[in-house]
């Protein structure tokens, strides 16, 4: 069974700082990754999406990696701001084929809060 | 934003009472998910559509039950609700044969509460 972890749970920086939000998972066979973003008693929103035969995805501040054999992904944000302060949940699909698409697994989250 | 519209967004009942969450899509994607978030256990998937009619078991599916009679609508029942089911429920969708990345789309959440 897939298990996905998240580390840190929760992370307080100034504004400015550079900061990477971590996720492992325990069985490589995954057919994607994907990084969201939570506001409070919102919905989620997709960051990246990063398919099992990519390294990396970029959008704007953002730069997700994905290691596979290491079972890994990490989200780096550069020169963060107060409107970065959110929860960062990261998913994986797992390749089971047929009609198995977005049957996500996901991490508890990382709490974001960026202060001025 | 992707076209997803979920209802009722708050609710509140009481237990023993049969709930049924909506939630509706204008992008006429072929797969719908519904999901579960709760503290401590974050989301979890409930059951899924790939088509009309086309319905299957997610992780924690005892107590729900879902239909969906047309491509834009997926209902999801609570025959008869308990406390354990009290949670935010999230709707999803996506469509692997328009892009084959099978990214996921979430709704806003319905919130459910039951005493």
């Known amino acids: 069974k897939q298990e996905v972890t998240q580390i840190p749970a929760a992370l307080s920086v100034p504004e400015g700082e550079n900061l990477v939000l971590n996720c492992s998972f325990t069985d490589s066979a995954i057919y994607n990754l994907q990084w969201f973003r939570q506001d409070p008693g919102k919905g989620l929103t997709s960051l990246l999406l990063i398919q099992s035969s990519q390294r990396e995805q970029t959008s704007g501040r953002l730069n997700a990696s994905l290691d596979k054999s290491s079972g890994r992904s990490t989200l780096y944000i550069a020169a963060s701001q107060p409107g970065d302060s959110a929860t960062y949940l990261c998913?994986?699909?797992?390749?089971?084929?047929?009609?198995?698409?977005?049957?996500?697994?996901f991490g508890q989250g990382t709490i974001l809060t960026v202060h001025p | 934003d992707a076209g997803i519209t979920q209802s009722p967004r708050h609710k509140v009942t009481e237990t023993g009472t049969p709930v049924t969450l909506r939630c509706h899509q204008t992008e006429n994607h072929r797969y719908m998910y519904w999901y579960r978030q709760d503290p401590g256990h974050g989301l979890r998937l409930i059951h899924y559509s790939y088509g009309v009619k086309d319905t299957d078991k997610g992780e924690v599916s005892d107590g729900y039950s879902v239909s969906r009679s047309k491509t834009e609508d997926f209902l999801l029942t609570l025959e008869s609700a308990t406390s354990s089911q009290t949670s935010v429920y999230f709707c999803?969708?996506?469509?692997?044969?328009?892009?084959?990345?099978?990214?996921?789309?979430f709704g806003e959440g319905s919130r459910l509460t039951v005493l």
């Open positions: 999803a969708i996506s469509d692997p044969d328009r892009d084959y990345t099978g990214e996921l789309f």
């Open positions: 998913a994986v699909s797992s390749n089971a084929g047929g009609t198995s698409y977005g049957k996500l697994t």
